[in-house]
């Protein structure tokens, strides 16, 4: 009998699905919506799903085949014990395992080699390993953590254009622009904000490394407060592996390189491969015992 595996590499922006047969090799990918479990689990359930579908109609396979496979997601918000346990039975696959986004994609990157990575895109992790141990630093979501991330930065620019506003702050290129999106008018900035999740600010983020670049000083003053925020979490993940190997993943990875300290830029390698391998990777290790047989 044919047995699939579905690996799921799900963030606050976007969530990506792939299918590969009970040897590893992938047949089929995809890609859909926001799937951060923490911040809106429910919507993150119907996009993983339309995915994971997507991915077997990619493959030339028949979509139902969902049911029957065997899927290994690592997903942004996995951290919450309790939003685990609500995905997980809600979950159109045979058997699943959630776990952090970063997991998926440090093995992604480095295979099983030594080394870390960090994940810079709506949120923001960092993970190192060193033999069989793995640490991660960070990954606790935009509320308490995700210094650096693409939510956090557009956060930031929105306070920072409400300050100009207001004539505490000078009034740069970013904020006039920013501020003319809302006609001029804070209440909208507000109201957007009540309602706003870590994906629609991050939808700024792109925006501030443009202006920086045009040598906006608002933009460049986020920039380096968040680039500065993640030197440190690279120190630490330097301590963890004693200097090793980094690979910088996420959206927003190759645009911070240039802020980021020169003892991290120098310990920069490409990744082997993108989490989605990785995913498929590790569904290929915890579930061999399942997949005994598959032809």
């Known amino acids: 009998m044919q047995r699939y595996l579905v690996g799921i590499d799900g963030g606050g922006t976007s969530c990506r699905a792939a299918v590969a047969d009970a040897s590893g090799r992938i047949l089929g990918r995809s890609i859909s919506g926001a799937s951060n479990i923490m911040t809106a689990p429910d919507t993150a359930i119907v996009n993983m799903t339309n995915a994971a579908r997507a991915a077997f109609a990619d493959a030339g396979l028949d979509a139902d085949l969902v049911e029957s496979a065997h899927a290994y997601l690592g997903l942004a918000g996995n951290n919450v014990e309790n939003t685990v346990a609500y995905v997980l039975p809600r979950l159109p696959f045979s058997q699943s395992v959630i776990e952090s986004d970063g997991l998926i994609a440090l093995q992604g990157a480095l295979g099983d080699g030594d080394g870390a990575v960090a994940i810079l895109g709506t949120g923001t992790i960092y993970l190192a390993r060193t033999g069989a141990n793995i640490r ?75 202006f920086a670049a045009q040598g906006d000083e608002a933009a460049r003053a986020i ?73």
């Open 136 to 210: 991660s630093v960070g990954g606790w979501g935009y509320h308490l953590g995700d210094l650096g991330s693409g939510g956090r930065l557009g956060q930031m620019a929105l306070q920072e254009s409400l300050l100009a506003y207001d004539g505490i702050s000078a009034q740069t290129a970013m904020t006039r622009a920013i501020l003319d999106e809302f006609s001029n008018e804070p209440r909208k900035m507000v109201a957007f904000s009540q309602a706003a999740k870590p994906g629609d600010y991050g939808r700024y983020a792109p925006r501030i490394f443009e």
């Open 223 to 295: 920039l380096r407060q968040s680039a500065a925020s993640i030197d440190l979490a690279l120190d630490r993940m330097s301590e963890i592996t004693d200097g090793g190997r980094l690979c910088l993943l996420g959206g927003l990875s190759s645009l911070y390189v240039p802020y980021l300290a020169m003892r991290h830029q120098e310990r920069l390698v490409s990744p082997a491969e993108d989490a989605l391998s990785g995913a498929i990777a590790l569904a290929k290790v915890t579930f061999a015992h399942a997949m005994e047989g598959a032809v």
